[in-house]
């Protein structure tokens, strides 16, 4: 597998209610030499975590110890701007496994994806209610179940659900990449080439 499975998630939620966030935000362009998946967690949001002596800012949510979970909140079109996959390498590094808003964009959503973070897009009023949720009670929980493609907030039992590509759903379940799948149905390629006149 190239990464953990993803069935039923439940967990409490990380907000950053900011909307229009890009992908040079979430993973400033002078990290991106490295090749592999690792080492991108500690510089997620880097410029807004971090001062220029790098210390925390105590405001920024991600240096906030009152929120924690595997759940990412975010406002109104997440993930816009350059396409760089290290952008979902830096979220999945981090230690999120699911990010939720209103919207995405599609490079970013489709590398999500690709990697094992599930981005759930649900209504403007859902989300509202999500955020307001989490401010008053921060260890409120959400769960994210997708083999019924739903979201559900504890604090109110509200749900709603999500769309994804059954391709890449079946992908999520089974923890599979692009290669892993290939590799699973190997025999069923190979059958097919025998059986294929040229």
């Avoid at 009023?125 to 260890?139: K, T, Y």
Wanted: hydrophobic content about 40%; proline content about 4%.
């Amino acid at each position: 597998m190239a990464y953990d499975s993803f069935s039923i998630l439940t967990s409490t939620a990380v907000p950053l209610p900011i909307e229009n966030v890009d992908t040079d935000q979430i993973i400033p362009a002078r990290f991106l030499k490295a090749t592999e998946r690792v080492g991108f967690g500690d510089n997620l949001f880097r410029d807004w975590r971090y001062n220029q002596d790098d210390s925390p800012k105590a405001d920024f949510v991600l240096n906030d110890a009152t929120y924690q979970g595997k759940i990412f909140v975010c406002g109104h079109n997440f993930g816009s701007g350059s396409s760089r996959e290290h952008a979902a390498w830096a979220v999945y590094d981090y230690g999120f496994r699911c990010v939720v808003s209103s919207f995405f964009a599609d490079i970013f959503r489709n590398n999500c994806l690709n990697i094992g973070v599930l981005p759930v897009q649900v209504s403007t009023e859902f989300l509202a209610e999500i955020f307001e949720a989490i401010q008053d009670d921060p260890s409120t929980q959400l769960t994210v179940d997708l083999h019924k493609q739903s979201i559900v907030l504890s604090s109110n039992g509200k749900s709603e659900f999500f769309d994804i590509n059954d391709y890449k759903k079946d992908n999520m379940l089974n923890g599979y990449d692009d290669i892993d799948y290939l590799s699973n149905i190997k025999s069923e390629i190979e059958g097919f080439a025998l059986n294929t006149p040229l």
